[in-house]
């Protein structure tokens, strides 16, 4: 099998290994830390990556994504102030298990469904990717391009509350990207008179400014400054700290089921490992026999949302590998990296680069045993260390590592203004409403697309009916306009529930 290849192509990097056991840890400790997201942390250090070989670099992000995702759950166990947005629905029943002297099973219980929703995760994109593949080999370009108009319309319409604000978000990035030459007529474009923008807008200094910058700006204007305490929650009883075999055996069904429902949302893009852990949580609280004992601190209150964020990890990756779409806001900021490295994503990535892919699927598998044993053993003793931290000395620190990493990036001050930019315009779309993920994205997937549409033209003499001559391509229009058609409905039968909601509340008093 390709994948013990890919064990042997990362075990004889003994770089890459080291840096795999690192971010686990390193991840931990970002989904740990309320206020960093773990896409603002990845972001601030896609600049270290230039160093690095490809699959040493991709591996040390990659894991980093897998493990923030499980150290959300820490500070939610312990502090009742998830470190992620998904980690939220692991608190319902989480810290209420860990008030009730119990931290250790619920900590144990939160790592054991991580890395079991986050394997089988993993076997779909292992198995998944390549089949897709297989279906898309033969894709030309107005096939392609009907897909990034897809994924365009179906990101910009999912995340967030609002489909207008969504679409407008995805133009925006989209615009930023047509900055710098023309590739196909090597004209400056939408240059405003300056030469520095005629070698474009780079993605790091975007990444690290509507991210990290717009972050610091939210949360400095909300935090308190106040550190989160923790009282010593856990018994002396073993059975009070542990995860039982009998324990797991009952969560087995939950887990599997909330794994499913993770590995399905991973593959839509734009829906993200918070949809998930909901959907999971809800799902399971209607069928559960003691429902009533669902948010005092059910085990598998924790089960059902840490297995479904973290079975999202693999499937965000298949649409991003197979077909160059980013499934959500960190498969965007790894495609950034392979191109970065000069590593084509799409179809052929399987022939020209199958050993670093593989090697990348490996770095996954051993970054989840990692993070595992990790978070089995140590994560009360790394919330505990988290929390003693105060938060006005971890914002400046970072508040400094952005413009070095934004300088970094091509040594360039103007890489720093244009950081300076996206921060300020981040952190103005997401008081707004508007959506930094739909932006980011689009910026990334702009440039490939305008490529794929202009060469569909050049293929044709009739011009934009080549799109419709190709069976696909009206299949992928048809995709995003039910799903834009579908979005827009609900979002007006909401409003008019609410209005109705309202009119009675209103006749009744």
């Given amino acids: 099998m390709e994948i013990l290849s890919g064990f042997v192509t990362l075990f004889s990097d003994p770089i890459a290994v080291v840096l795999v056991f690192a971010a686990a840890l390193i991840g931990i400790i970002v989904g740990a830390t309320p206020g960093l997201t773990t896409a603002a942390a990845i972001a601030m250090l896609v600049p270290l990556t230039f ?64 890395v079991f929703g986050d394997f089988l995760g993993d076997m779909l994109l292992i198995f998944g990717a390549v089949a897709v593949v297989s279906l898309t080999s033969g894709f030309g370009p107005p096939e392609f391009f009907a897909l990034y108009l897809a994924a365009f319309v179906i990101i910009s319409s999912v995340i967030g509350s609002s489909v207008t604000k969504g679409l407008i978000s995805a133009a925006a990035g989209a615009f930023v990207a047509m900055i710098g030459i023309d590739a196909m007529e090597g004209t400056p474009r939408l240059d405003f008179g300056h030469p520095a923008f005629h070698a474009g807008i780079s993605l790091v200094p975007v990444l690290i400014g509507m991210f990290v910058l717009s972050e610091i700006a939210l949360k400095v204007e909300s935090t308190s400054g106040n550190n989160r305490q923790n009282d010593e929650n856990s018994t002396a009883l073993p059975l009070d700290n542990s995860f039982s075999f009998d324990e797991f055996k009952s969560c087995l069904p939950v887990m599997l089921r909330s794994s499913g429902i993770g590995a399905f949302i991973g593959l839509m893009p734009g829906l993200g490992s918070s949809v998930a852990a909901f959907a999971a949580y809800g799902a399971e609280k209607r069928r559960a026999k003691n429902a009533d004992e669902w948010g005092k601190g059910a085990i598998a209150g924790i089960a059902a949302p840490e297995s479904a964020n973290n079975a999202v990890n693999g499937p965000t ?175 007006q039968r909401g409003k008019l529930s609410r209005r109705n909601l309202y009119g009675a509340a209103g006749g009744q008093r």
């Avoid at 160093?51 to 939610?76: D, H, N, T, W």
Wanted: a positive charge; hydrophobic letters at 55%.
């Fill in 51 to 114: 160093f690095l070989e490809p699959l040493q670099a991709l591996a040390f992000l990659y894991v980093i994504g897998k493990s923030g995702r499980y150290g959300g759950s820490i500070a939610a166990i312990l502090f009742n102030t998830p470190g992620t947005a998904a980690a939220a629905a692991t608190a319902q029943d989480g810290y209420p298990l860990s008030c009730a002297g119990k931290t250790g099973k619920a900590l144990k219980t939160s790592a054991v469904a991580s």
């Fill in 317 to 491: 990756m298949i649409p991003m590998l197979a077909l160059g779409i980013p499934g959500g806001t960190i498969a965007a900021i790894l495609m950034g990296v392979f191109l970065i490295h000069g590593i084509t994503i799409g179809p052929s990535i399987f022939e020209s680069s199958s050993k670093l892919v593989f090697g990348l699927f490996a770095s996954g598998l051993v970054g989840i045993a990692v993070y595992g044993l990790i978070g089995y053993y140590g994560s009360s003793v790394i919330g505990n260390v988290v929390a003693r931290v105060p938060i006005r000395l971890i914002y400046p620190y970072i508040f400094l590592t952005c413009f070095i990493s934004a300088f970094s990036t091509r040594t360039n001050i103007f890489d720093v203004f244009i950081m300076a930019a996206a921060g300020l315009l981040g952190y103005l779309m997401r008081k707004q409403g508007y959506s930094t993920a739909a932006f980011i994205i689009a910026f990334v997937l702009a440039r490939g697309a305008e490529e794929a549409f202009r060469q569909s033209l050049l293929l044709s003499n009739e011009g934009a009916l080549i799109f419709l001559q190709r069976p696909v391509a009206v299949a992928f229009f048809a995709i995003g306009a039910l799903i834009l058609g579908s979005r827009i409905w609900q979002n």
